[in-house]
């Protein structure tokens, strides 16, 4: 009971939504790469750098300002130099992305050991985060105010981004052309549709959409750069799209659920659960949706493969 008293409490359920942000922000990244036919396994490498590189913007600039902008424009050039090795020179995506997360590991560690001095944090910095947003009339409502209101920018910005990435996929010209090249790029090509570039914005706007969500992790989240602090958020957001059938919708759900036990395995330690079975169930649940992804993944390429036939 005491589990249950404490699940449907307004604190869990505000601890719910925080932990789904970037799981969500990087989920509609990669569910725009995979209606164009992209799937995109850099999303955790793009996360961690963005992460970085937000939070020094941010400090050597002064002002969040700089830190978004150093925060998106990392994430972009990652996912230019993806996009071209994938798209341009033809490499399997698997190995650009397994590349890209090995890298930004690396890479992460280099830079902050070389700013900072320190290779686990960057908390000798004065870095700025995001602020959080009260909202008027709702913050005053007794239980939904907790909740929905008090939530860092970044968090309403996911939210609002579900309704912008489903405007983009089915109500505009570049969605119709992302979806159609994802179904069947020599169709596409067949009728004048340029499938390079066509992905390569694709995989550009997943960039900045992930990079959002690396950097709430950084500047919002936490108030700093910890080393490796994706922790895998970039793979469950792959799995999040697939399970929710690459749509923005779906991505929400699933991005829900995975938070969901995220944030109940924090509150069983709380209640001095065995630690064994509380530091599992995130992963169970990540395991769950990769094999699901899979399933899907196969199930995709026998239908393109019987259609190229």
């Not at 390569?200 to 500047?219: P, R």
Request: hydrophobic letters at 55%.
């Amino acid at each position: 009971m005491n589990i249950l008293n404490t699940i449907i409490s307004p604190d869990f359920l505000y601890m719910w939504i925080r932990v789904a942000t970037p799981i969500l922000l990087a989920a509609l990244g990669a569910t725009v790469c995979s209606k164009a036919g992209v799937v995109n396994l850099g999303l955790e490498g793009i996360m961690l750098i963005s992460a970085l590189f937000g939070v020094l913007a941010s400090a050597f600039g002064g002002n969040i300002f700089w830190g978004i902008l150093g925060g998106v424009g990392a994430a972009l050039i990652v996912s230019l130099i993806f996009a071209y090795f994938h798209l341009v020179l033809k490499a399997n995506n698997t190995l650009c992305g397994t590349a890209i997360n090995t890298a930004a590991s690396g890479l992460t560690i280099f830079v902050l050991q070389l700013v900072t001095g320190e290779k686990g944090n960057s908390s000798s910095l004065k870095s700025f985060s995001f602020n959080e947003i009260e909202i008027p009339v709702i913050k005053d409502i007794p239980v939904l105010g907790d909740i929905l209101s008090g939530h860092n920018t970044l968090t309403y910005v996911a939210l609002i981004s579900v309704v912008l990435v489903f405007l983009l996929l089915y109500k505009t010209p570049l969605g119709l052309r992302m979806r159609a090249v994802g179904e069947n790029p020599h169709a596409a090509s067949s009728v004048g549709q340029n499938v390079t570039k066509i992905r390569f914005i694709a995989i550009l706007i997943c960039g900045v959409l992930t990079g959002l969500g690396g950097m709430y992790l950084s500047m919002g989240y936490m108030d700093m750069f910890v080393r490796d602090m994706v922790a895998g958020r970039g793979f469950i957001a792959l799995a999040a799209c697939s399970m929710g059938q690459a749509t923005p919708v779906g991505a929400l759900l699933a991005s829900l659920v995975f938070a969901f036990f995220d944030g109940l395995s924090n509150v069983l330690q709380v209640l001095q659960i065995p630690s064994q079975f509380v530091q599992m169930l995130p992963y169970l649940a990540t395991i769950a949706g990769l094999t699901i992804f899979s399933i899907q993944q196969s199930a995709k390429t026998k239908k393109m493969t019987k259609l190229s036939e």
